[in-house]
């Protein structure tokens, strides 16, 4: 007879033991990881056991793995280095997505050696986690150095225009409390003077900007352009751009420049708060080498009543320093 506990055939004996089933030698080997169950008696027709066998065979624990980890570390990971890396290329934010990129890695890094010091598999998610966290970092490195660039560029501008102001200040100039203030000249692209459409004007020391129209009512071209257009607040003011990238490394205008309506209700609308889908649009333009062209379109909503009259002006992007703009007309 097979052992019984309460009439159960059970793996379980007292005192804890583990234990599998053993089959004679001469009855059929029965599939793996198969029990008696209970009720269960050998076919007559296999004969009897031999002398002395054990049905039940203790197994040592180590036969068994130990339980599945769990996943909380490496979930926790790949979450913040998926919220790391859309937060990477966003101003401000993105000191927000390095610390979140940062904690990814170490995470991803930590379940990495748990992992190989506990024999389980490697799990892709963790992998996962700690390419993107990496990647989310070099985003933020590469965005700031980008701004530091622009910012450096933009006051080494404004002291050389300082330099050559006072090198061609006359020698024998009073000062200026003891004469009367020369009127101030407009210059040609500034709010006071604007381009006229079609004129071309460098921005940022590396692109060569044209504004070659401004249709100043595109509601029913925009909103037909695209099924999910949505009809804007006010007019939809489309403008068509032409760019040439003059600098030593490449350029994406879409990311590089950022061109702005100024209505005459003294507010500024750019491209952001069109959001519509253009054929044409900026996001389509590919990368471009020195020499490389590119014709676009932006589309703003504008109020209707402070659009006749107001102006387009093209800077680079994030820039803080109003003397860099471009401007030009409507007209």
């Not at 624990?61 to 890396?85: D, N, S």
């Not at 390419?131 to 700031?144: P, R």
């Not at 009512?217 to 352009?225: H, I, K, M």
């Amino acid at each position: 007879m097979l052992p019984e506990r309460d009439g159960v055939h059970s793996i379980v004996f007292p005192g804890g033991d583990l234990k599998v089933y053993n089959s004679p030698a001469n009855w059929p080997s029965p599939p793996v990881g198969w029990q008696p169950h209970e009720g269960w008696h050998p076919d007559p027709v296999w004969g009897p056991a031999p002398p002395g066998h054990e049905f039940w065979i203790e197994v040592p624990e180590t036969a068994f793995p130990p339980e599945p980890r769990g996943k909380e570390l490496t979930t926790t990971a790949f979450v913040l280095a998926a919220v790391a890396i859309v937060l990477c290329w966003i101003p401000i934010l993105n000191i927000l997505g390095f610390l979140l990129g940062l904690s990814a890695v170490v995470m991803a890094i930590v379940d990495l050696v748990t992992t190989r010091r506990t024999g389980f598999p490697l799990q892709g998610m963790t992998v996962a986690a700690l390419a993107i966290g990496g990647v989310s970092l070099i985003g933020v490195i590469t965005f700031q150095m980008a701004y530091s660039s622009a910012s450096n560029e933009r006051h080494g501008a404004s002291a050389a225009s300082a330099a050559t102001q006072s090198a061609t200040q006359p020698a024998n100039s009073t000062p200026s409390g003891t004469t009367s203030p020369e009127p101030v000249v407009a210059v040609e692209g500034s709010a006071e003077k604007p381009h006229s459409l079609g004129t071309a004007a460098i921005v940022g020391n590396e692109y060569q900007v044209q504004v070659l129209s401004v249709k100043l009512n595109a509601t029913d071209e925009v909103v037909a352009n695209n099924m999910f257009n949505k009809p804007p607040k006010g007019t939809y003011v489309l403008v068509d751009l032409a760019v040439t990238y003059a600098g030593a490394k490449e350029g994406n205008p879409w990311i590089d420049l950022s061109p702005t309506f100024v209505g005459t209700d003294a507010r500024q609308y750019d491209a952001s708060a069109c959001g519509a889908s253009l054929d044409n649009g900026a996001m389509n333009v590919p990368t471009l080498e020195k020499g490389g062209q590119a014709n676009y379109q932006v589309c703003m909503d504008v109020p209707t009543g402070a659009i006749e009259g107001g102006k387009i002006f093209v800077q680079k992007s994030f820039s803080t320093n109003s003397k860099s703009r471009i401007y030009w007309g409507l007209r």
